[in-house]
Nanobody
Framework: QVHLVESGGGLVQAGGSLRLSCAASGSINSINDMGWYRQAPPKQREWVASVSSDGTTKYVDSVKGRFTISRVLAENTFFLQMDNLKPEDTALYYC?????????WGQGTQVTVSS
């Protein structure tokens, strides 16, 4: 089991930036991939970005060129740098870790982008 703690959410104007952080603890060696999801009710939770064990990064089309996922292996931490934020990015953002036992989730951090 992996325990994930998110931070960095907040209120920002359109065009601004935020950096989300996710610190992992527990069964770190069981992690295969790490990523970010977001949910803005009543919409379904949406995958945003991920980084695999070999460093490969992927993004949903709507954030390409604006968001960057990165990792610091020595600290068991990964980040989501969000630039040129848009109101439609407003959501509760969750970090996630895929392990051999399934997917573990953080508690979520709120990102609100005003017009």
């Amino acid at each position: 089991q992996v325990h994930l703690v998110e931070s960095g959410g907040g209120l920002v104007q359109a065009g601004g930036s935020l950096r989300l952080s996710c610190a992992a603890s527990g069964s770190i060696n069981s992690i295969n991939d790490m990523g970010w999801y977001r949910q803005a009710p009543p919409k379904q939770r949406e995958w945003v970005a991920s980084v695999s064990s070999d460093g490969t990064t992927k993004y949903v089309d709507s954030v390409k060129g604006r968001f960057t996922i990165s990792r610091v292996l020595a600290e068991n931490t990964f980040f989501l740098q969000m630039d040129n934020l848009k109101p439609e990015d407003t959501a509760l953002y969750y970090c996630a870790a895929r392990t051999f036992g399934g997917i573990d989730w953080g508690q979520g951090t709120q990102v609100t982008v005003s017009s």
